[in-house]
């Protein structure tokens, strides 16, 4: 997919970037490091090709980036940390929330996932559709749409990923939750006070949750602030 990349040493120095944040982290998340399969796809993904061409320089720095709209390309280690949560395995089903430019998909992609994304900015949405079937993302499919009502139609879900921060995880999102699925998102306001979250139905139908890190992310937008088509 890559060929010849003069960008692997960068991929290869953010890794380890990424591993010593997680040992760094381990007191409040729980994982003391990097999980191998984690690991080895965010080493099998182009982030460079994913970020505006006067970007690419620092494509491989530790930081979340502009991608325009008014949105971001995640902090690498905060894409690892919730691909980590999830725990997904190959096969499994996953609902991502803001695709942003694509990055986190193919990263879930690469772990074997079986990916729906919606993005609520058509222009993003149509960008990333098209940069992740170049790249043969074939596991990613990609849809224009307000993500606070999720995507029925391939419920459940084994694991549901949020890009964005909203006040409280969306009902809608819980209810798409497998038996023991997971939903990591970004809850509280729009200006501070974040925290990434993590959230699993049981087999009882009810849920167990915990509060893992602080962040910072763009505010989760519904379609009355972003008019735009349903999802298909």
Do not use: N
Request: a negative charge.
């Amino acid at each position: 997919m890559i060929g010849t990349d003069r960008y692997a040493a960068d991929r290869e120095a953010l890794i380890r970037q990424i591993e010593a944040q997680f040992r760094e982290t381990a007191r409040y998340t729980a994982l003391p490091e990097l999980d191998e399969r984690v690991r080895e796809a965010l080493r099998s993904v182009p982030r460079h090709l994913f970020v505006p061409a006067h970007e690419r320089d620092v494509a491989y720095a530790d930081v979340p980036l502009p991608i325009g709209r008014g949105q971001t390309i995640s902090q690498p280690y905060i894409v690892a940390l919730m691909s980590s949560l999830l725990d997904i395995t190959p096969g499994d089903r996953v609902l991502e929330i803001g695709t942003g430019c694509g990055y986190q998909a193919a990263v879930l992609a690469a772990l074997g996932a079986e990916v729906y994304s919606l993005e609520i900015i058509a222009e993003l949405a149509e960008r990333s559709a098209r940069l992740l079937a170049e790249l043969d993302y074939d596991e990613v499919t990609v849809a224009h749409g307000d993500g606070h009502a999720g995507w029925p139609e391939h419920a459940p879900y084994q694991g549901i990923v949020v890009t964005a921060a909203a006040p409280e995880p969306p009902p809608a999102l819980l209810e798409q939750l497998a038996a023991g699925g997971r939903l990591v998102i970004p809850v509280g306001p729009r200006a501070g006070g974040q925290m990434l979250r993590c959230i699993r139905r049981r087999a009882d139908g009810g849920y167990s949750e915990r509060d893992v890190l602080p962040v910072a992310f763009v505010p989760f937008t519904r379609d009355r602030d972003q008019p735009g088509p349903a999802c298909a």
